[in-house]
């Protein structure tokens, strides 16, 4: 009976086991397939590298720093009023630590404030669309539009947030600027253009 007994505790101790190992390899290959890309830490070196690819893809489409402005530098001080049609950037890229990418970007006055809608939406299609496509590894995207009033002054309009995949999504299933803008999951827009 002792026998038995041992044999049954030994075939119990094996099926635990293996339903065990089982599990574990399941949830392994969850965690490989998810991309659970927060838990990466860049390195400083590597977010340099990921902010200049940026930079330059911004740059395909004339969007620049504003200290890359010849005729906004020399001007002592300067405003929203002094842009032509195209946004600058306040400063350069932020790329954060787990890899995403917070862009503040200057619009220009414009005539009213659904010129100023359909301004912000057309270059965050143009912005996010240009990153996305990119051989950059950033896979999160922060907009921030704001209009520059002075020195220490600026208007917030918007914030637009997304994935890559939430993007290219929503590039190939939105024909308009404002279908864009409205399928992509995260958005602030101030009262000003809010209107969807």
């Not at 200049?52 to 530098?73: A, F, P």
């Not at 200057?106 to 809608?117: A, E, G, N, S």
Request: hydrophobic fraction near 35%.
């Amino acid at each position: 009976i002792a026998l038995v007994y041992v044999k049954s505790l030994l075939t119990q101790a094996f099926d635990t086991r293996k339903s065990l190992e089982r599990k574990m390899t399941t949830e392994n290959e969850q965690k490989a397939m998810s991309l659970d890309e927060t838990s990466a830490i860049w390195s400083e070196q590597k977010r340099k590298l990921e902010a200049m690819v940026i930079e330059e893809r911004l740059k395909s489409i004339g969007v620049i720093q504003w200290v890359e402005n010849n005729t906004l530098v020399q001007k002592e001080s300067w405003n929203s009023r002094d842009l032509g049609d195209t946004p600058l950037l306040k400063y350069k890229p932020r790329i954060e630590k787990h890899g995403s990418c917070g862009l503040v970007i200057v619009i220009p006055y414009l005539k009213d404030d659904q010129y100023t809608r359909e301004f912000i939406f057309c270059w965050s299609k143009r912005i996010l669309k240009v990153i996305a496509e990119s051989k950059t590894e950033v896979r999160r995207y922060s907009l921030s539009f704001f209009r520059r009033e002075g020195e220490t002054k600026d208007t917030h309009f918007a914030m637009i947030r997304a994935g890559r995949e939430e993007v290219l999504r929503a590039l190939i299933q939105s024909s308009t600027n404002e279908d864009f803008v409205r399928s992509l999951p995260g958005k602030y827009l101030s009262s000003a253009v809010a209107e969807f």
